[in-house]
């Protein structure tokens, strides 16, 4: 798999965690309808499905998982919670993003 549909994969994990975690909070937090627990089951159930389908060994994919993860929450800090990433933010991110661009260039599947 090149590293754009990798990053396009994990992005897509990502969001899928987010919303999963993300309706329980709103239910939880800020006292909205428990049917939210429904979709956000559901979401979580996609982000495991999503985890699945990278051909690497389950430890790597998570590793790598991890670092686009940091950048997509941040790009939910912004959009969702309106709230502008600090620059120390977005180096952290990059950072982040550079580290999973090592990890999967280096992998042996891909």
């Known amino acids: ?3 754009a549909k990798t990053l396009a994969l994990f992005a897509a994990t990502a969001v899928a965690e987010i919303v999963g ?3 329980p909070w709103l239910w939880w937090r800020q006292g909205g309808s428990a049917w939210l ?5 559901a979401s979580l159930a996609l982000f495991v499905g ?3 389908l990278h051909p690497a060994a389950a430890g790597r994919v998570y590793a790598a998982y991890g670092g686009v ?3 997509v ?12 990433p600090s620059r120390t933010d977005l ?3 990059a950072v982040c993003l550079v580290g999973v661009a090592i990890i999967v260039r280096g992998s ?3």
Do not use: Q
């Open 21 to 23: 975690c993300y309706l």
């Open 91 to 93: 180096l952290g991110a």
């Open 50 to 52: 999503l985890l699945t």
């Open 73 to 84: 929450a941040l790009a939910w800090l912004w959009v969702v919670d309106g709230i502008a």
């Open 69 to 71: 993860y940091v950048a």
């Open 108 to 110: 042996p599947t891909g």
């Open 37 to 41: 627990l429904l979709p956000a089951a």
């Open 1 to 3: 798999m090149d590293l």
